[in-house]
Structure formats: C-alpha cells, structure tokens
C-alpha cells in the first residue's frame, strides 16, 4: 500500500497559479502510474491529469488542458501538480492517487492508493 499526502493548496485569485505536490511513501509508487483528481461539492470526482511511471505519457482532461502541467520525480517519490491560469471553476478538493497499473489511466477504479486532498480556492 502507497501512502501519499498532498500539499500546496490554498486561496488564490483567479489569473493566479498554484502547484500541488504528492509526496509518496512505498516502493511501488515509482513504478505506478499516478494521477491528479478533484471533486467540487455535489459533483463527481474527476481525473485532472495522469501520468505514467516512466513520466513518459501524460493525459489531461478538456478543462485543464494547456493550463496544468504533471510532473513526477521518482527517485523523490513525489509527484506535482503546475497550476496556472486558475479560475473560480478549478475550485475543488485536490487529491493525488496511485494506480494499480503502470501505464497512464484515468478510470478512479484503476487506483489503488489516494491521499487526503488539499482545498483550492479560487476567486473571482
């Protein structure tokens, strides 16, 4: 099992950028692949962003694209979140996962391992 907990949520403007971080503790974390979902109250919980375990492929979903950037050290065992552009839709609970796989997924039943969540707020 992967324990993993977030950090560097918080308030921002929109316009503003913020940048999350995963740190994991385990072994099989630098070979999973790993993503980045948030939920906002009374709405599903959805995948951001994943990346593979090489970092080599990356996915992004339609309203973040070309805006948040993942990336992942593995030799930290730490993973990040670059978010840039926010706008008071980005509001959510931030919470980093571990996939049981290691190619790239967005599926929430492909990940074994979750975090906590980080708050992001961002006003308009």
Known sequence: QVQLVESGGGLVQ???SLRLSCAASGRTFSSSAAGWFRQAPGKEREC???ISWT???????????????????NAKNTMSLQMNSLKPEDTANY?????????????????????????VTVSS
Not at 98 to 118: E, I, L, R
């Open 55 to 73: 970092g080599g492929t990356t996915y992004y979903s339609g309203s973040v694209k070309g805006r948040f950037t993942i990336s992942r050290d």
């Open 48 to 50: 951001v962003a994943a």
């Open 14 to 16: 929109a316009g503003g």
């Open 95 to 119: 919470y980093c996962a571990a996939s049981k796989y290691a190619s790239a997924t967005t599926w929430p039943s492909d990940f074994g391992s979750w975090g906590q969540g980080t708050q």
